[in-house]
């Protein structure tokens, strides 16, 4: 009897030991979180949106389906009061069933009836209406339907990268880039940091125009996307969380994104398709009243698009 008490005992105070153990760890990790999201908050403490869901008029994007999530990247070229027009729109797809993630970009000059505004290029729909035109706009001439949006300024952009990946990015620059970035990128293989991958994710002026920075932002976004699953990204997740806090405004909750974080985690060696819209042959260069424009073919668009954001591993989009 004695010996029977002997072991129960010993095995409460084992039992009591393991989770006065996880609870101390807890604490620590908890306590450290805080830290470090609070140090991410003072880096970033005068950024355009600290204050979070009141900046844009509320956002109406459906529940998701069958755990297929659109979420609507929007890179902002606002200065002071001025919205401004959106620099870079992209939909980013990601199924929580099979891990897969997604990244179409549409071609800010694409021409397209706006809601209540009529024909104008794409990129004005966020300047008239912020992020729930953008949706209206997409869904009128797409039939693709947003759930979420995150909008984020240029320097908020350079901070992020710069905590997601501190020793920088590689590319293989083919010609020298200056003129409308602030800074003079050279060419050959060179590891940038946030302002200069900035620079080079916002040329234009060369021979390739809009289609070469929409190839070098999707290339961009697919190397993010790797040091996102990185030990180091996920020990410096709360800072990096608090630096993007006051640049970031988006409706995305907490849950979907540690869903998210737990996908790109799972399914960390799958690489990121993409897709460009207008796809190839589906479009002509056009001067209109609001310049020059991508008119494209709505019918060929949609479909490409539709596939895209639907297709499973065996269905494939070609999309060149």
Known sequence: MRRNREKKNSKRTWIRNILLFFTFLLLIVGAYSIIQYNKGLSVAKDGPYKDDGSTFDPFNGPEPQFGEINILLI????????????????????????????????????YVDIPDHGMQKINAAFAFGGPELLRQTIKQNFDIDIHYYAVVGFEGFSKIVDVLAPNGIEVDIPYEMSYGIGITLQPGKHILHGEELLGYVRFRHDRLSDFGRVDRQQEVMSKLKDEAVSIHSLVNLPKMLGIADPYIDTNVDNNTILSIGKGLIAGKSKQMETIRIPVQDSFVNEQADVGAVLSIDFDKNKQALKEFLTSSKNDKVAVE
């Open 75 to 110: 890179g902002s070229d606002t200065r002071g009061e001025d919205r401004g027009n959106s620099d870079t729109l992209m939909i980013a797809h990601y199924d929580q069933k099979s891990h897969d993630i997604k990244l179409a970009s549409i071609m800010r000059d694409t």
